[in-house]
Every structure is written in structure tokens, then in C-alpha cells.
């Protein structure tokens, strides 16, 4: 692959990563409840969700969601139902249940924070339409198409965790504050309305 041309698609997908969006919320969202190391697990399992919905509008399937208003609108809707349904419950939860790093706790479990993390990425079906418009720019005809393909998802996914992690340290870092100031119950209100704020976003997003 023309390094030129890979070194653009970083560009632009880190770019595109570090926008507020959903996942960004929820990533900040991870870092106010369980703090950076965990979030980790959460931030794996968006990078490859995000990979595998690569890799799906690469062959063709996007175009389904992208021309299908009842396609787009099941899966949206249900990622808005899932996103405000994470944000109730952090909002509602116990005060111990919020500490960063707290030992014992379902909610901190990296395989539950990893099946969230790829539930949360999946019912975005705006990624998909722009990752079905996004590939066929940088992609050569000419050249073997699957070791381009590869080459861009690891890339993809490689900026979307590392913007993850930026926001979960973020989120991390204002947990901190609050419980420095004693204001720990209103981590959880964050928490929630960081979530919330995100199925809302979602709600907002049309095919095109």
C-alpha cells in the first residue's frame, strides 16, 4: 500500500476518532466509573467491534444499512434503548459501586466491560454508512485488496483505542476531582448523563 495514501486514512480516522460521539462518551463514561486500566477492556471491545463493522461494509453488506431505512432505524433504536438503559443504571447505582478500580464488582468485570464495549460500538449504525463510504477512497484497484484492507482496519482500530483510552483517562481524571471535593455521588450523575448523552446523540443520526 502507498504509505502516502495509509498515512492520510491515519489522519482522517484520528480525526474522525477523537469527535464526540457516542463511543467517546461512553469512553469517558468508563474512565469516571472504573478508572483507565479497566476501561481497557471496554476500549478493546469497541476497537473491534469497529474492525469487524470494517471489515463488513468492505464487503458490501454496509450498503444494506446505508439504503435500508428499516435497517437503519432497528439498529439505532436499539443502541439508543441500550446507551440510555447504561446511563439509568450508573445514575442509580450505589455510591461504593462507582469508586475507580473498586475490587469485586460485577459492573468492573474486563468481560462484561468488553461485551458492553462491543454492544455500545455495534448499535451505531452511523459507523457503518461512513465506513462504506470511507474505504472505497482509499483503496487501489489495482493492488491486492484484502492486504489493503488489513492494513487500514489494524490502523483503524489501533486510533480508535487510543482515542478510547484519551477519553477514559480524561473521565478518569474528573472521577478523581469530584471525589476529592466529596461529590461522590454525583460521579454516578456523570456517569449517567455521559451515557445518556450518548444514546442521545444517537438518536440523533440520520443515514446520510
Known sequence: MDPQTLVLFAVTSASVSLIPGPNMLYAMSLGLRHGPRRSMAGGAGMALALGL???????????????????FSVLKWLGV???????????????????????????????????????VTFSNPKAMVF????FPQFLDPHRPLVAQLTALVLVMMVLEFASIML????????????????????????????MIGAGGLLALARRV
Do not use: K
Open 167 to 194: 477519553y477514559a483517562s480524561g473521565g478518569a481524571r474528573l472521577s478523581s476531582a469530584l471525589a476529592r471535593a466529596g461529590t461522590a455521588r454525583l460521579v454516578n450523575r456523570v456517569t449517567g448523563g455521559l
Open 131 to 134: 465506513l462504506t463510504a470511507l
Open 53 to 71: 463493522m470494517a471489515l463488513v461494509s468492505a464487503l458490501g453488506l454496509g450498503a444494506l444499512v446505508s439504503t435500508s431505512v428499516v435497517a
Open 81 to 119: 434503548a441500550y446507551l440510555i438503559w447504561l446511563g439509568i443504571s450508573a445514575w442509580r447505582a450505589p455510591v461504593g459501586a462507582i469508586a475507580p478500580g473498586a475490587p469485586g464488582s460485577d459492573e468492573a468485570r474486563p468481560g462484561r466491560l468488553f461485551r458492553r464495549g462491543l454492544l
